[in-house]
């Protein structure tokens, strides 16, 4: 018996689908049809999938082709399974040619010309409203939106705006966007989206203008040092039914919402001690410190809660900047710690103990790409990771795709009160 395997995603399954099964089948007596899991397509980075896994499987099952199907779980299974149901020949589409041309070791490779004028892709760029992004910016870089921004269907970067037309056209020419302003109302007039990425000072200031012009926000943390205008800012957008939504990437990363489920399921007991730290030293401004300090309080927030007993902190500062913080935070009998290094350095780690095991991050991991997990009956150390281009953004910018589809202002990955908490401390550091 000749067996035949080809993989897809299958999304907004059509004729074109139909057609590569028909003809994969032809080249033998038995189809194998791996369906890419949710998890694998979201680690290489392909965000806009509209169907669910379920419905994917279903589809590719009701053509009556197929003998079997499999879910494509991650890089570098074809090998495992081109080897576990001794496969004969790999079929896939023509726009993946030479793309596998290594398999060709393992059994025959079939590229098939795909059907004209119809895919997935096309489907969803129909069916998707369009949303332009502009980014409103006093310095060049544009942190890495306009990349990732692409990979989410409906949504481009066309346009920058900054009070510095030589910095608005300098954006515009370095990465290739349709128009850079010095008008904000012109500037408005292009976008449905603005991503605010300015000095701190400046943040409450554009986001009101933002709303008041009736766009959706994404912007940098803090949005302010003030905790009254944080609540302020929060209402306006509700009122507005306008969606205001924090860069803080880190929450809406899979293994990052993984390690969360698995704290909070109790894994590893109660957690008895947290202790969240960073440093960068990759720009030296007076504001560095309090996004440092805002993104390693929000880890502290989603894993222990907002309902804290009390907190305490210590600065060291030189020349009016604060060069080292930390931040203890007391609940009941346990307790978190976290320390920012703004000119002096700290490991970048996120511990979480537990009465049961602890759970590490290491290295960067506000982008969340993997952690660690050991058990205290001294079991084998086990790693989680997902691998992902890029530093997150996607996954932001999908929220905000949900968000918009299911008429919803209102983030349940971040909170209100998780984003006012953040503030609320921060006020109170940035006073001492």
């Known amino acids: 018996m000749k067996k035949v395997i080809t993989y897809g995603t299958f999304d907004l399954f059509h004729k074109g689908h139909y057609n590569i099964l028909k003809r994969a089948k032809e080249y033998g007596d038995y189809l194998i049809v791996g369906v890419t899991g949710d998890s694998y397509d979201i680690g290489r980075g392909k965000l806009s999938v509209k169907d669910s896994l379920a419905t994917r499987i279903e589809n590719v099952k009701k053509t009556g082709l197929v003998d079997e199907i499999i879910v494509e779980e991650y890089l570098g299974q074809k090998i495992s399974d081109i080897i576990k149901y001794d496969i004969d020949t790999f079929v896939i589409g023509d726009d993946w040619k030479g793309k596998f041309d290594h398999l060709s070791r393992y059994c025959e490779m079939v590229y098939l010309e795909r059907t004209k004028n119809i895919s997935s892709t096309k489907l969803r760029e129909e069916n998707f409203t369009k949303y332009n992004i502009g980014i409103i910016t006093d310095q060049t870089d544009d942190n890495q939106i306009v990349k990732e921004a692409k990979l989410v ?99 809406y990363i899979q293994v990052f919402i993984q390690l969360l489920w698995m704290v909070q399921s109790g894994l590893i007991g109660d957690v008895i001690r947290l ?69 002096i350095r700290v490991d970048n780690k996120i511990e979480i103990i537990g009465t049961e095991g602890t759970i590490t991050m290491r290295d960067n991991w506000w982008r969340a790409n993997y952690f660690e997990l050991e058990k205290i009956d001294g079991s084998e150390k086990q790693v989680y990771n997902v691998n992902f281009e890029g530093n997150g953004f996607k996954f932001l910018i999908r929220e905000l795709l949900q968000m918009l589809q299911n008429d919803r202002v209102v983030s349940k990955t971040l909170s209100i009160e998780e984003a006012g908490r953040i503030v609320k401390i921060l006020q109170a550091v940035s006073q001492a």
């Open 153 to 251: 269907s409906g949504f481009e970067v066309t346009s920058v705006y900054s009070e510095d037309m030589k910095c608005a056209e300098k954006m515009q020419e370095k990465y290739g966007l349709e128009a850079s302003y010095n008008d904000l109302n012109s500037f408005y007039e292009d976008v449905q989206v603005v991503y605010i990425r300015t000095a701190l000072d400046k943040r409450y200031e554009m986001i009101i203008k933002s709303l008041d012009a009736g766009k959706h926000v994404i912007c940098d943390v803090p949005f302010t040092l003030d905790a009254q205008k944080q609540v302020e800012l929060a209402q306006m957008a509700v009122d507005k039914n306008l969606i205001l939504i924090n860069n803080i990437k880190l929450v």
């Open 275 to 343: 202790e969240c730290s960073v440093s960068k030293k990759d720009r030296n401004v007076p504001y560095l410190f309090y996004e440092l300090m805002a993104m390693s309080i929000c880890p502290i927030l989603k894993i222990m809660g907002n309902n804290y007993d009390d907190f305490n902190f210590k600065l060291i500062r030189k020349n009016n900047i604060v060069e080292f913080g930390t931040v203890n935070l007391k609940y009941g009998d346990a307790e978190a710690v976290i320390n920012v290094g703004n000119t």
